[in-house]
């Protein structure tokens, strides 16, 4: 089970230089959670328990997601989990994660002034919960430990300060994307304990529970 969410404070942004393009590369071994199985099925496995997105009500990280939305500093982007098989590191399969964000309080500003303010970040410590796209993968191997790979992009499009210019009672604006990303390998993790992973934008709990077969 994963929490990805996005912290809204501007310093933070602003204390790294974020490029305006990422792509990531997935390998053949790659599955979305609901989505067939890449190749033939492995007979060890099951089918039922492979891969399969879980429902809202068997998540447990409800409360923190909740948490999360509550503060006006941070946002939920995407709350999900799956059921997988542990598989060791040379056959362990890629998870990708993809997710459209809407923006929040996205109201059209008519005002010249009002939109100046509002991209200012001077008038406000929160940078505007904008509009964009999640996307990554996630790996989990299990050898003597459970070790975890993440690397994630949120990819929005920001208005900088920069790129605002008034003449007279106009404004020339240039908008241009901007990607946050997150990454890290092999971080070791326990089963049945909440782990975070975090940049000065995003962050990620990760809670990873073993499955009991009642038959």
Same mark, same amino acid.
Do not use: D, F, Y
């Given at each position: 089970e994963i929490i990805v969410f996005e912290n809204l404070d501007i310093k933070s942004r602003e204390s790294?230089?974020?490029p305006s393009?990422?792509?990531i590369e997935y390998p053949e071994n790659t599955i979305e959670p609901g989505h067939p199985w890449p190749g033939l099925f492995p007979k060890e496995y =099951?089918? *039922?328990l492979s891969f399969k997105r879980l429902f809202r009500k068997q998540l447990q990280l409800t409360d923190q997601a909740k948490k999360i939305e509550e503060s006006v500093s941070r #946002?939920? $982007? $995407? +709350?999900?989990?799956?059921?997988?098989?542990g598989m060791p590191k040379d056959t362990a399969l890629t998870v990708k994660i993809k997710s459209t964000i809407p923006a929040l309080d996205s109201a059209p500003v008519s005002d010249t002034e009002e $939109? $100046?303010?509002? +991209?200012m970040p001077q008038e406000s410590p929160w940078a505007a919960a904008e509009a964009g796209k999640l996307e990554g993968k996630i790996k989990v191997i299990l050898a003597r430990y459970l070790h975890v790979d993440v690397d994630m992009i949120f990819q929005t499009k920001q208005l900088q300060t920069s790129d605002i210019y008034r003449f007279e009672d106009? =404004?020339?604006e240039e908008v241009?994307?901007?990607v946050y990303r997150l990454k890290q390998? #092999? #971080? #070791?993790?326990?089963? *049945?304990?909440l782990h975070y992973i975090d940049n000065p934008v995003l962050g990620l709990l990760v809670l990873i529970t073993p499955y009991e077969l009642t038959q």
């Open positions: 790294e230089k974020w393009s990422v792509e =099951i089918p *039922r #946002r939920v $982007l $995407l +709350h999900t989990g799956w059921r997988q098989p $939109l $100046l303010q509002e +991209h106009a =404004i020339s241009k994307p901007v390998s #092999r #971080r #070791r993790m326990r089963s *049945r304990e």
